[in-house]
């Protein structure tokens, strides 16, 4: 009962337009199973481990002690290794999903970390670029790959409700994948101390009808900011 009633209190900071734990997309539905996994799997073994030191204290137990060296073993050696083997099956294959899938419907824009702002270079058809600050549009209902780089120091790019966090590095250009199904508007933070003003290095992404994808890159590249999803 207590844990039930604490429960709450303690997601409460995983909620609101930056919660992880309020996916949006496949991917980051994948990465909050993930994250639940994790959590309860280590509450069984905090209890395990919590429930052995216990029962080394408890008298009278009509037993032998147990060996040291099944301790050693088990606990030290072959549960670790287990647990760890069956995480890295995991994300391996977690990964291998969330690579870029080439094609021609595939949306390609730019991600540029400064300190301390985004600038996000977006591709019309006819080949105008158009840049936009702190603000990244995007199309519902079509694979989007998110070139992410820095022009100065590493900042981390982070868009919790649509895709995984990765790093922006000087020089080496990160590539991410986002499938967002619907439209709406998804808020983004730099997640790497890059700064004085680290904290202020926010920045909105608009998840537009894909039948309007054409026309917001025309407002775009006419001077507008695209408007609402």
Same mark, same amino acid.
């Given at each position: @009962?207590?844990?039930?009633?604490?429960? =709450?209190?303690? /997601?409460?900071?995983?909620?609101?337009?930056?919660?992880?734990?309020? =996916?949006?997309?496949?991917?980051?539905?994948?990465?909050?199973?993930?994250?639940?996994? @994790?959590?309860?799997?280590?509450?069984?073994? /905090?209890?395990?481990?919590?429930?052995?030191?216990?029962?080394?204290?408890?008298?009278?137990?009509?037993?032998?002690?147990?060996? =040291?060296?099944?301790?050693?073993?088990?606990?030290?050696?072959?549960?670790? @290794?287990?647990?760890?083997?069956?995480? /890295? %099956?995991?994300?391996?294959?977690?990964?291998?999903?969330?690579?870029?899938?080439?094609?021609?419907?595939?949306?390609?824009?730019?991600?540029?970390?400064?300190?301390?702002?985004?600038?996000?270079?977006?591709?019309?058809?006819?080949?105008?670029?158009?840049?936009?600050?702190?603000? /990244?549009?995007?199309?519902?209902?079509? =694979?989007?790959?998110?070139? %992410?780089?820095?022009?100065?120091?590493?900042?981390?790019?982070?868009?919790?409700?649509?895709?995984?966090?990765?790093?922006?590095?000087?020089?080496?250009?990160?590539?991410?994948?986002?499938?967002?199904?619907?439209?709406?508007?998804?808020?983004?933070?730099?997640?790497?101390?890059?700064?004085?003003?680290?904290?202020? @290095?926010?920045?909105?992404?608009?998840?537009?009808?894909?039948?309007?994808?054409?026309?917001?890159?025309?407002?775009? %590249?006419?001077?507008?900011?695209?408007?609402?999803?």
């Amino acid at each position: @009962m207590g844990l039930a009633l604490l429960a =709450p209190l303690l /997601l409460v900071a995983c909620g609101g337009p930056l919660s992880s734990l309020d =996916p949006a997309t496949e991917a980051t539905a994948r990465i909050a199973g993930l994250w639940w996994v @994790m959590l309860i799997a280590a509450v069984v073994i /905090l209890a395990g481990v919590t429930g052995l030191f216990l029962w080394t204290f408890k008298e009278g137990r009509g037993s032998a002690p147990v060996s =040291p060296r099944v301790f050693l073993l088990g606990g030290g050696l072959i549960f670790p @290794m287990v647990t760890l083997a069956a995480l /890295l %099956v995991y994300a391996l294959g977690f990964g291998q999903w969330l690579l870029s899938r080439p094609g021609e419907d595939v949306v390609r824009v730019e991600a540029r970390g400064h300190q301390w702002f985004w600038e996000f270079t977006h591709h019309a058809a006819d080949g105008e670029v158009v840049r936009t600050v702190n603000t /990244l549009h995007l199309p519902a209902g079509r =694979p989007i790959e998110v070139t %992410v780089v820095s022009a100065d120091v590493i900042h981390g790019f982070w868009l919790p409700r649509l895709a995984g966090k990765i790093d922006a590095v000087p020089g080496h250009p990160n590539l991410l994948r986002i499938d967002a199904a619907g439209p709406g508007t998804y808020q983004g933070v730099c997640v790497e101390f890059c700064g004085l003003d680290h904290a202020r @290095m926010r920045f909105a992404a608009i998840v537009h009808p894909a039948d309007r994808w054409a026309d917001v890159l025309r407002a775009l %590249v006419n001077g507008a900011e695209g408007g609402g999803p």
